[in-house]
């Protein structure tokens, strides 16, 4: 789908060993054996032929070369149909694994997981963005290790490693220019990750994986636009296009969440004034549950908190709203229609056919969405919004989506160019 990124982050070159256009037809046929099998597997041989308008030699021969890799496997037979049952391809989870880590602002994540997307270990826990750098680096680093150890343990290639951060990424160098939320800047992430890996790497922005997560292993696969917005510390954003992410001309956009909605708004930590993020994030809700509090209205959370606000959390503001608590359900109320204010004009501006809400504050999307959705039916153009107003689906993968975004390009980048494993790649 995405070819540049093959081109950007391949470690090795030399895996594109054959030459000529018959070697360049095969290659491209490879991939679209893989790419239906990701998205209609398990099928027969003969379905594979009949899908891709290959021939049933072509589609034997590619399929054999696949097994060989160790990218497929055979799984029990059709029933289908009245004649002789035939054999079922899929991808073979065991094909190899990934390492998916994510930089929060306030967390590290990191997942490991086989070729199904499946995950196999997991581990989050909470940073304070105060912590040095290279003392979360560091600690980045230990989680990495832990993770290239399970994968050991299976035997299995390497296939890939993603690292998301909360920031601008230069995708070329792999390194992230700017993190706001962090006050980081030009931190050089994929040469930290040379020193560990000998294996295709990626280094994204959180959101833009996110997106592409959602997208990949979704039911949104039949998307035409998806836009996807993350709401956390920070708010970001991702658009997938046709199965791409659209990054913009220079690979810096979809920053919504630094969209000017209040020119005398609050400070934003990008240096600008009233951006949206500073209307809409967590911290934009605890601000208003705090300020309400300290107004002289009353709430449970100041109970929940043992008295001290600064231990506010979504998970306990979702525990609040359950109980019927009002300054908490009127913060997420207002948190909710400038989310919807926000995704109207979006709506109008990019026309997506799909609209996901993930990051943190989704866990309170019961309380949102009404909102969120009643200023997005009253203020999206009627043309754009259509008979049925622009749906917004919560994250399939919650807080996992954007470290699942890092899996989808991984597994992206074999299923277009299988034959790299054929160069012993993460052996
Ligand atoms: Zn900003």
Redesign the pocket.
């Known amino acids: 789908m995405d070819g540049s990124y093959g081109k950007a982050v391949m470690l090795h070159p030399q895996s594109f060993r054959r030459t000529g256009s018959q070697a360049l037809v095969r290659e491209i046929n490879l991939a679209t054996i893989m790419r239906h099998l990701h998205l209609h597997g398990p099928v027969s041989r003969a379905s594979l032929a009949e899908m891709t308008g290959l021939n049933k030699t072509t589609v034997s021969s590619l399929v054999q070369e696949l097994l060989e890799y160790g990218l497929l496997r055979e799984t029990g037979l059709s029933t289908r149909g009245t004649g002789r049952p035939a054999v079922l391809l899929e991808l073979n989870p065991d094909g190899g694994y990934f390492i998916s880590a994510e930089i929060g602002v306030d967390f590290i994540s990191i997942i490991c997981a086989n070729f199904a997307a499946t995950i196999l270990w997991r581990h989050r826990e909470n940073i304070s963005p105060r912590q040095e750098q290279q003392t979360i680096l560091n600690r980045l680093l230990d989680l990495l290790d832990e993770a290239a150890n399970l994968v050991r343990q299976k035997k299995g290639p390497l296939l890939g490693v993603a690292l998301a951060a909360p920031g601008l990424v230069d995708r070329q160098t792999g390194t992230l220019l700017f993190a706001?939320n962090l006050k980081w800047r030009d931190v050089p992430l994929r040469e930290l990750l040379q020193t560990r890996f000998d294996c295709p790497l990626f280094v994204e922005n959180e959101a833009n994986l996110a997106a592409l997560g959602e997208y990949y292993f979704g039911p949104e696969t039949g998307s035409r636009k998806l836009l996807y917005i993350s709401a956390g510390v920070g708010l970001g954003g991702g658009l997938v296009q046709d199965g791409q992410l659209d990054r913009g001309a220079s690979g810096f956009g979809s920053e919504f969440?630094?969209m000017t909605m209040d020119p005398e708004g609050e400070p934003?930590?990008?240096?600008?004034r009233g951006?949206w993020?500073?209307q809409v994030s967590q911290s934009a809700l605890f601000r208003d549950i705090r300020q309400a509090i300290s107004a002289g209205q009353t709430s449970i959370l100041t109970r929940m908190t043992g008295g001290n606000l600064d231990r506010l959390n979504v998970p306990l503001v979702v525990e609040a709203a359950r109980a019927g608590d009002p300054v908490t359900l009127s913060a997420l109320h207002r948190v909710g229609r400038y989310l919807g204010i926000g995704l109207a004009s979006l709506v109008n501006a990019l026309d997506p056919d799909r609209i996901v809400f993930g990051g943190i504050l989704s866990l309170a999307a019961d309380f949102l969405l009404p909102a969120m959705t009643a200023e997005i039916r009253q203020r999206a153009l009627p043309y754009l919004r259509g008979s049925q107003p622009a749906q917004v689906a919560i994250a399939r993968y919650g807080v996992d989506a954007c470290v699942m975004g890092g899996v989808a390009v991984c597994h992206q980048l074999i299923v277009n160019q299988p034959a790299i494993v054929e160069a012993g790649i993460g052996d």
């Not at 934003?268 to 600008?272: F, I, Q, R, S, V």
């Open positions: 706001p969440g630094h934003c930590n990008c240096g600008n951006c993020e500073t």
